[in-house]
């Protein structure tokens, strides 16, 4: 019965009495039939006609007063935050007006609609209290996005009123002071690929390569040059001969991610769920990586972000890939430059490449560390593939199989 009442049985009618949803259109339905039974039948239906008219005027034009004798402000206390953190949001409303300013709600600008329900009426939102004429109020509450992105949505947020009688919804757009972006959510990954090092500095060490400064790494027999002063004398007595200490070599790894973003790599049906994925990977990638002091270059199309060892270099990236989304008209991006699917500079430097793509995007992709979002059973298994991971995989699943393979 339920699934009765509820289904839509004429959607292509839904444009020509979807209006009769206002309330405000039903009463100036019952308006103007009142009126013409008044002048027909009996004029003492006018004084219906007379009060009709007057809830009309006070449901539209209280609501229409109240919102332009209001100004709002919205701000965060943070410019970023990483996925499933609270950001906490502030709105500041002054009301200029003597009127006292009731109903009022915030109903667009931190929730993200698909285009099949954009269409529709929501009823997500804020509401906030009564605001005192010639008073200002601020109002403050954690927010925590369900989705990566820049915030507000479409940098934009609107408050409205339909006090007193929902007849109508007076609007007004809020000044947006400062945004916040919201990083994809991310895995830790554990070691790197096999690659070589390079450039070496000071403050940052390798525990794969032996050298001269850092942590110690163990003890092995003396070699011909080795210093003296690397002697682990216990040792020695112990073993009777001499044995010394090996430490780790300062070092950086130079690492590029490309992110495939092209509309032939991303199918329509399953668009979405593949490109948040893929978006998902190449966070965790670069993060881990930048985390194990890699110099991190991020390329998505034709951008490519080259993120140091700086404060603000993973921001940056990671900025970048919150905001990431594929072009409307959009080729084979994101191939990777030289035949190995390393640029020049990268290959001198003697880094590696990974590549995140999906299999229809696998052909136009070249190197060793190609990374490969798939529905289960929905893709053939693609052989030169060096991970696969399911689309519908939690990131949990992507650590293990990172685990493995380096």
Not at 114 to 141: C, M, N, P
Not at 168 to 175: D, E, G, L
Not at 282 to 301: D, F, P, T
Not at 361 to 366: D, L, R, S, T, V
Request: charged share 20%; hydrophobic share 45%; glycine share 8%.
């Amino acid at each position: 019965m339920a699934a009765a009442l509820s289904r839509d049985f004429c959607p292509s009618a839904n444009r020509w009495v979807y209006w009769l949803k206002n309330p405000f259109w039903i009463l100036v339905l019952a308006t103007g039939g009142s009126a013409l039974c008044g002048a027909l039948l009996n004029p003492m239906i006018f004084a219906l006609t007379a009060m009709l008219v007057a809830v009309t005027l006070v449901g539209v034009g209280l609501p229409w007063l109240a919102i332009r004798g209001i100004s709002c402000d919205v701000m965060f206390d943070v410019k970023r935050v990483r996925f499933g953190e609270p950001a906490l949001v502030r709105l500041r409303i002054r009301n200029r007006s003597w009127l006292p300013v009731l109903g009022l709600s915030c109903i667009d600008g931190f929730t993200r609609v698909s285009k099949a329900t954009a269409a529709t009426d929501s009823d997500d939102g804020l509401a906030f209290g009564r605001i005192r004429g010639r008073a200002t109020v601020e109002y403050t509450w954690p927010f925590v996005a369900t989705v990566r992105g820049q915030y507000p949505v479409n940098d934009s947020v609107m408050v409205e009123t339909s006090f007193p009688f929902g007849l109508y919804r007076a609007q007004k757009s809020a000044a947006v002071v400062g945004r916040l972006i919201v990083w994809p959510e991310t895995v830790q990954l554990d070691g790197l690929p096999d690659s070589v090092e390079c450039e070496s500095v000071d403050d940052h060490f390798s525990d794969r390569r032996a050298g001269e400064f850092g942590d110690m790494l163990g003890t092995r027999l003396f070699r011909q040059g080795d210093s003296l002063r690397r002697v682990h004398w216990a040792q020695t007595a112990r073993q009777q001969s001499l044995i010394v200490t090996e430490r780790q070599a300062p070092v950086t790894t130079v690492a590029r991610v490309v992110l495939d973003l092209s509309s032939a790599s991303h199918p329509l049906d399953r668009r979405y769920q593949s490109l948040e994925q893929c978006v998902r990977v190449a966070a965790s990638v670069c993060y881990s990586l930048h985390q194990q002091h890699c110099r991190v270059e991020l390329k998505i199309g034709d951008q490519l972000i080259v993120g140091g060892q700086q404060s603000g270099a993973l921001d940056r990236i990671m900025d970048a890939l919150a905001t990431a989304n594929i072009p409307e008209a959009s080729s084979a991006t994101g191939t990777p430059d030289g035949p190995d699917g390393l640029s020049a500079s990268v290959r001198e430097a003697g880094g590696f490449c990974v590549t995140i793509t999906t299999p229809p995007g696998i052909h136009a992709m070249k190197g060793p560390h190609i990374v490969i979002t798939s529905d289960d059973g929905a893709e053939p298994a693609v052989p030169t593939a060096w991970l696969t991971l399911s689309t519908a995989a939690e990131l949990s699943e992507l650590k293990r199989l990172w685990k493995e393979r380096v």
